[in-house]
């Protein structure tokens, strides 16, 4: 009983590749005409050039006529340049069929790794391999195809069409071993096809091993396993080289299909000339068939031979192997019993969160009381004339903005989708650098700083938390190793994960990454942060597969912690906690309380009134309000 390969589908037969082949074609009909019109014309000289060499023999050389043989070969000539002017008008609209092909293989792959991960379910690392080596040598591949198949029946076709007009007897000698060697080379290619298939394999689980080992690398070094995983990825190693060995041992097979296709031919063709030049045949009629063969057919079946036994199999196995490991997402259910969930992430109630107001910690929250804004000497954030764009031709993301954040300010940016609040949260942490202008924080250019002293200056929450194996005590103790198991504690009821750490077991528990939900990891990271020594906190989406009730509770507890807040809000009510907001419009970026802001702009009552029809009134805590911002329309990322 044959294995079913590794990644597919249970119960369902292998998917025909040839349709998914010939879709990229069929769905341009004009792309496929012009194609055709091309091809014909780089089809000339296999067309021509036996009639050509038979003239310029027969009624040249042969009847002492040099400057007419002469003549001849110059119209041959000639049309090797039409040939070779086909051929550069085809290769364009090669690529434009190639690369939509390749365009809808990554979104597959895209799709379903981050389909994979979202719905709970553990990340498969091998994807990497498929996105970053088989969608390219699917690309390379098909693209190859394509021109090999091409020109393959386009010359074969050439060449025994003007066989049958100038020396059809011949024929009888060329067409059985063409097709007999064609045929032994298309029943080789099966089985060279299995053994491609075992080298990609073979390189996926090399991948895998070894994103997994660089994952665990801290538990492995503490757990002194460092040879077991060692050898563990050394036999991968190993079995990836026996794969590449039982391939290139099928290699030199295709030698033997050459020869019997190509040259097979040409040896029968001259055994027998003297027999066709008594059959009436004249000397350049035997020497085009010759040319037919030397310059149509052997080169068409050394080009099918060397591209279907290379880029053929390469992309047959990884387009294969892509469809059983990335299939298309199925559409969600609809989760029974989600109307009604309770207070915690998401993906399901957190026990004993029901009853609990909403940013009231149970426990003490460490550190003193926050200070207002204004009071402090040192600012906590200054963007001024800040301009950023992702590449040197695109529209620019952040323009011109000018921006202060006072220690103890609590600020939500709020904003349609793909405005720019990530990009200004990435500057304001340090991930990204600006084109221009001038970032600070805490007086300091983040740019400037170690990666020590820019953990000490800002911790930034994004949207996908990330929990490492390991205890959980050191996941929360990351930020702050000095941190006593109190404020440990302490910190995950501010931020109203207790009841999550007490369904883990404790803070001494171990944790399994793959088994927490995308909100109880964000709990996690939220409460990791909050332990954070730093001043400055970005929460960039950080509580957006919470619920609202919990979100409230972990915003209201960092607003209550001593230094600075930045929250890229999800919600519209996290606005309203805020003692100030800052509106990123297509035309201008408006800073202010709630109020204000609900006056000036008139993109935050379309926002305030898209996210909430019923929201609590605003909060109006005195702070003094904020300016219009210069900015222009950012365009692409968020």
């Known amino acids: 009983m044959r294995k079913r390969p590794r990644g597919a589908r249970p119960g369902t037969p292998r998917e025909a590749l040839l349709p998914l082949l010939v879709a990229p074609l069929t769905a341009r009909p004009g792309l496929v005409a012009g194609l055709i019109l091309w091809s014909l014309v780089e089809a000339v000289p296999a067309l021509l050039s036996g009639h050509l060499v038979a003239r310029a023999v027969d009624h040249g050389f042969a009847a002492g006529n040099s400057v007419g043989g002469l003549g001849w070969l110059a ?20 690529a434009d069929a190639v690369e939509p092909f390749r365009d809808d293989l990554v979104r597959q792959v895209t799709e379903s790794s981050l389909h994979r991960a979202v719905s ?83 390189d996926e689980r090399v991948a895998e091993a070894a994103a997994t080992a ?24 190993d079995a990836q080289e026996a794969a590449a060995h039982r391939l290139a041992a099928l290699l030199p097979v295709r030698v033997l299909c050459l020869a019997v296709a190509g040259w097979l031919p040409l040896l029968l063709l001259l055994a027998a000339a003297p027999g066709l030049r008594a059959g009436g045949l004249t000397t350049g009629a035997v020497l085009g068939a010759a040319t037919y063969v030397t310059a149509g057919l052997q080169p068409a079946v050394r080009s099918l031979v060397q591209g279907l036994g290379g880029s053929g199999l390469r992309l047959a196995v990884a387009l294969r192997r892509i469809r059983e490991t990335s299939p298309a997402p199925e559409a969600p259910e609809a989760l029974p019993g989600a109307a009604g969930r309770g207070a915690g992430t998401q993906d399901g109630p957190v026990p004993g969160a ?48 000018d921006l202060v954040l006072e220690e103890g300010d609590h600020l939500a940016v709020v904003g349609p989708s793909g405005i720019g609040k990530s990009t200004l949260s990435a500057l304001i942490g340090g991930v990204l650098a600006p084109d221009a202008g001038r970032v600070r924080v805490g007086g300091a250019a983040p740019a400037g700083l170690s990666p020590a002293g820019l953990a000490a200056a800002r911790v930034l929450v994004p949207q996908e938390a990330y929990v490492f194996s390991g205890a959980l005590m050191e996941n ?112 201008r970026v408006v800073s202010g309380t709630h109020r204000e802001v609900l006056e ?31 900015a222009t329309p950012p365009r692409s990322r968020s």
Do not use: K, N
């Open 75 to 94: 119209v041959l000539g000639a049309g090797v340049f039409v040939g070779a002017w086909g051929t550069r008008q085809a290769y364009p609209l090669l």
């Open 120 to 202: 709970g379910r553990s990340v498969d690392a091998s994807g990497i391999a498929r996105l970053t080596l088989q969608v390219e040598m699917v690309r390379e591949a098909y693209a190859g195809v394509l021109m090999v198949v091409r020109g393959f029946l386009l010359t074969v076709g050439g060449a025994l069409f003007g066989m049958v007009f100038l020396a059809p007897a011949a024929l009888l000698l060329v067409v059985p071993p063409f097709l007999a060697g064609l045929g032994l080379f298309l029943l080789l290619l099966r089985r060279m096809a299995s053994a491609q298939r075992d080298v990609i394999v073979a």
């Open 214 to 237: 660089h994952a665990a690398a801290r538990d492995i070094v503490a757990c002194g396993a460092e040879d077991g995983v060692r050898a563990e990825l050394m036999a991968h190693v």
């Open 354 to 401: 029901a009853g609990r107001s909403a940013g009231t910690p149970d426990g003490p929250v460490p550190g003193a009381p926050c200070p207002r804004p204004g009071t402090a000497a040192a600012r906590a954030v200054e963007l001024s004339g800040v301009s950023f764009r992702y590449g040197a031709r695109a529209e620019p993301v952040v323009q011109g903005l």
């Open 476 to 587: 929360l103790r990351y930020l702050r190793p000095d941190a006593s198991p109190r404020e440990v504690i302490a910190a995950v009821d501010a931020v109203g994960a207790g009841p999550l750490v007490g369904r883990l077991g404790g803070i001494g528990a171990d944790l399994d990454p793959a088994a927490l939900s995308a909100g109880e990891r964000q709990q996690i990271a939220l409460a990791r942060a909050f332990l954070s020594p730093a001043p400055l906190v970005l929460l960039d989406e950080a509580t957006c597969h919470l619920d609202p009730e919990a979100e409230a509770r972990a915003e209201e507890a960092f607003a209550h912690r001593p230094g600075t807040l930045v929250v890229i809000a999800h919600r519209i009510s996290s606005a309203l906690r805020a003692r100030r907001v800052l509106v990123m419009d297509g035309g």
């Open 600 to 630: 000036r702009s008139p993109l935050y009552r379309d926002l305030v009134g898209h996210w909430s029809e019923d929201e609590p009134p605003a909060h109006d805590d005195g702070t003094e309000a904020g300016e219009t911002v210069r």
